[in-house]
């Protein structure tokens, strides 16, 4: 697919008078509805593996997810689905060995980190079927919870929709020393939702092109209708929407308030208390239930609500997961009220403002199924500079959705930024946008500015729409920090 060929088609339809933005042929497309199954399936937790000094490979395999039918899937580390959690220290070094036993091209992207751009999985950084690739360098980041995935150019979608993504986790002493849940009562809890019905095959029409693809079953690390049996006292979850278009407005059934712990980039500066949480695909939430009100016996469920501001999803309540309390257990965990420092930056620091338009859509049905997504009124190229930054200074950017009518989670590379402002919309920063974030979503109507300060690691990354459907189908720009 060459994006310079696509531009001009599109000149040149415009050219002869039919209206290429907004062609509008799936703006009205609307998600699947979610399909609820019981949930009796023990959820899954992934293998720990030390990041430090750990060999992984990525290959296909077979798994049922919960669902009693037979599915093909990717999955890293012998995984039939996701990939083991990879755990380091900060300030330790990154040492993997990355094995490809695909039949296709693929890398990694290490989402959240400071990464040097050679290691980041640039689109076109990829390693071939039977090839390996050393992946080696520090791992900085604030304790808290990051992902990795693939990112080939055009098969992040496919390869990460079939089962591709793990949680990366990063602790640290004063991070310990808080006393906060761990070891079992400690859980991550990737939410995806999938097409169990089709056999768990990419294979997008022009609606899921459109809004991105959306699958009626939801899974929970990789299973369907899951469990969780409990005790009566605090967990720590770590909720990551690793879906590649569906938003979740997670909530408990019960309607009792939670606690929000730390977003995108790590840990916040203290606990802040929530009823509920919407996470775009891509954004994290660490947060701290407590079971302890609970007679042994009940049973509870996290769920998504519905929300506003978009017309293709939200319109659904739906069960995720189903906590059983199983046992009787004293709460040895403390609810600090300091968690750790998170700098402000100013925007009077800022030396440079950018601001993208990411409100036009562009459609061509006619030739194959294909729906490009332009980003500032561009299409990614590999070939290109987008934008040029200088390391260690700090800027301003907006993702100006203001007259789009799609929804954008924008996720940047290599890079943690705190958001400032949001117009139109919401009108405002959501609580759980505090801290460090490295993805932001914006609605239809939306402006969003983020600061950023630009870390010393040179070269080539990328910025882009983490629905998984826009990315692929173009929206995506380089930005290179000299
Ligand atoms: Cu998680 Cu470029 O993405
Ligand atoms: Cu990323
Ligand atoms: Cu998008």
Redesign the pocket.
């Known amino acids: 697919m060459n994006a310079l060929k696509i531009i001009s088609f599109c000149t040149l339809a415009a050219l002869v008078g039919t209206m290429c933005h907004k062609m509008d042929m799936g703006t009205n497309a609307i998600a699947r509805d979610v399909v609820e199954n019981p949930f009796v399936n023990p959820i899954p937790i992934p293998s720990i593996l030390d990041a430090a000094n750990a060999t992984l490979d990525a290959k296909s395999n077979t798994a049922s997810l919960g669902s009693g039918t037979t599915v093909n899937t990717l999955g890293y580390g012998g995984a039939a689905i996701l990939g083991p959690t990879l755990r380091i220290q900060q300030g330790s070094t990154l040492n993997l060995a990355f094995s490809n036993n695909l039949s296709e091209a693929t890398n990694i992207?290490w989402?959240?980190l400071e990464v040097p751009a050679a290691q980041d999985g640039y689109p076109t950084d990829v390693t071939m079927p039977g090839g390996s690739f050393q992946y080696n360098f520090p791992v900085n980041n604030r304790p808290g919870t990051y992902w990795y995935h693939p990112h080939p150019d055009l098969a992040t979608a496919s390869q990460a929709y079939r089962g591709l993504a793990g949680f990366f986790i990063i602790s640290s002493p004063d991070e310990e020393a808080l006393g906060l849940p761990g070891g079992d009562y400690d859980v991550p809890l990737v939410v995806q939702d999938k097409r169990l019905d089709a056999g768990l095959i990419y294979n997008p029409n022009t609606d899921d092109r459109t809004i991105g693809m959306f699958g009626e079953s939801v899974l929970v690390n990789g299973t369907q209708g899951a469990m969780l049996e409990v005790a009566t006292r605090t967990y720590r979850f770590r909720l990551l929407n690793g879906s590649n278009a569906r938003i979740y407005n997670f909530a408990l059934s019960s309607g009792a308030k939670f606690h929000l712990i730390g977003t995108d980039g790590g840990l916040l500066d203290a606990p802040v208390e929530v009823s509920n949480i919407l996470l775009s695909p891509g954004e994290r939430a660490d947060v701290l239930v407590n079971f302890g009100g609970q007679a042994v016996g009940s049973e509870l469920y996290l769920q998504s609500n519905t929300f506003s501001g978009t017309e293709s999803q939200g319109k659904q309540t739906f069960k995720i997961l189903k906590f059983k309390v199983a046992r009787q257990e004293t709460d040895n965990s403390i609810l600090p009220n300091a968690l750790m420092p998170v700098e402000v930056i100013s925007a009077s620091v800022a030396v440079a403002t950018r601001s993208f338009n990411i409100g036009h859509m562009m459609s061509h049905g006619g030739m194959s199924a294909m729906v490009m997504h332009p980003l500032d009124g561009k299409l990614f190229d590999a070939n290109r500079r987008d934008e040029v930054v200088n390391a260690g200074t700090t800027e301003i950017w907006e993702f100006d959705n203001t007259t789009g009518t799609e929804t954008h989670p924008m996720?940047i590379?290599g890079v943690q930024f705190q958001v400032l402002n949001r117009s139109g919309g919401r009108s405002a920063v959501q609580v759980w946008e505090k801290g460090w974030k490295?993805t932001v979503l914006a609605f239809p109507g939306e402006k969003v500015s983020i600061i950023i300060r630009f870390p010393g690691n040179k070269g080539k990354f990328v910025f882009h729409c983490h629905n998984l459907e826009h990315e692929d189908g173009g929206m995506m720009l380089n930005f290179e920090i000299q």
């Open positions: 992207h989402h959240g996720h590379h490295d």
